[in-house]
């Protein structure tokens, strides 16, 4: 395979992953980047590449689930810097974010009961942490950003701490607890999805100038696979009533075309420390391993593609069969959809190793 025009050493396109790769639907990528990415995105046989960027490093968490915080910071740096070409990832949250009044992080705290209270949960903390700390050398203050999930109780089961006072960081669920009451809440307004209906959470629509999706690498035993699209599960009022045939009649492409979700979602910066190869969306000690890694990008199809990739090559080396692309079939029907593009040939991906 041809090497990208930015390659140095270290950095190289993965070929598992690509050896890997979800048949394509046959149609080229032409989202809807925002205008100050597109830029960045290189052009072949006609074709508008989605980049990703991929940085891991073994070190940066170890087995009991602590992260090293300075090492994490590094490698955001260092990924926001290839993913833009900015001298200074202050640079890049400066041009994209500085005049965003508010910030969204959301992230997805879902099936963390087995191992809510101990230290495999540090990274969820960690890695909104390094993302704020960043922004902050661009000038863009703590109190700019609302963490967000579905509920309060499991934004605790990851370490969090309920903030709802202005000032500083709000963290913040659309409700209280799984039962669905309390919290933030959601619209009125009701928003089609396919031949179904949801609400959406206010934190998004009332609370977020913009939002970075902050998705883990997880298997799902209805989806196949959890990661930026299935994120915004946690952000509608009804996520139950779109389970239905691999959560596909409606369900993952459908709401992903929202508008307001597109036009809020800015950036996906996931969290892959600590991932889940098996059982998920829970988390079970033993299917649990540290990946150690990041990925950037504005394209949720290719960003999940990439992830899919990651999570069936583990799968493979501890002698399990692949997720079958038929179960995780929302990939392909996203593209159709005009998402983004589940297409190697048209993921522009750079790892830093």
């Known amino acids: ?35 100050s990415f597109k830029a960045m995105v290189k052009q072949e046989s006609s074709r508008i590449k989605s980049r990703i960027v991929l940085i891991k490093n073994p070190e940066v968490i170890n087995n009991e689930g602590i992260v090293d915080t300075s090492l994490l910071s590094d490698m955001l740096e260092k990924a926001i810097m290839k993913y833009s070409g900015e001298k200074s990832a202050a640079n890049f949250w400066k041009n994209n974010f500085l005049k965003d009044k508010s910030i969204g992080l959301k992230v997805n705290t879902l099936g963390l009961n087995s191992i809510a209270d101990t230290t495999l949960t540090n990274h969820f903390d960690a890695f909104t942490k390094a993302i704020i700390e960043s922004c902050g050398k661009a000038g863009i203050k703590e109190d700019r950003f609302i963490i967000w999930d579905r509920s309060e109780e499991e934004l605790i089961s990851a370490g969090y701490k309920i903030q709802k006072e202005n000032g500083k960081t709000r963290i913040l669920g659309c409700v209280e ?14 928003y089609p999805v396919g031949d179904k209906k949801t609400r959406l959470t206010k934190i998004l629509t009332e609370m977020c100038d913009s939002i970075i999706n902050i998705p883990l ?28 045939n691999n959560c596909t009649s409606p369900g993952i492409p459908e709401v992903n075309t929202i508008p307001i979700i597109q036009k809020k979602q800015k950036l996906i910066i996931s ?33 999940d593609t990439v992830m899919f990739n990651i999570i069936n090559e583990k799968r493979k080396l501890e002698g399990m069969p692949p997720i079958s692309e038929n179960v995780a079939k929302h990939f392909r029907l996203s593209q159709e959809l005009g998402l983004g593009t589940n297409n190697m040939n048209e993921i522009d991906l750079i790892e830093i190793s």
């Open 271 to 303: 969290n892959a420390l600590s991932c889940v190869f098996n059982g998920g969306p829970r988390w079970d000690r033993k299917f649990m391993w540290n990946f150690g890694g990041i990925l950037i990008g504005t394209d949720p199809v290719a960003i």
């Open 1 to 35: 395979m041809k090497k990208n025009s930015n390659t140095s050493t270290g950095i190289t396109r993965r070929n598992f992953i690509k050896a890997a790769s979800l048949s394509a639907a046959g149609l080229s990528f032409i989202g809807a980047l925002p205008a």
């Open 217 to 244: 690498i997880k298997d799902h035993g209805t989806a196949g696979f959890t990661g930026a699209l299935k994120n915004h599960y946690g952000t509608i009022n009804n996520a139950r009533e779109f389970h239905a």
């Open 177 to 190: 607890s799984r039962r669905g009451d309390g919290g933030i809440g959601y619209t009125d307004e009701e």
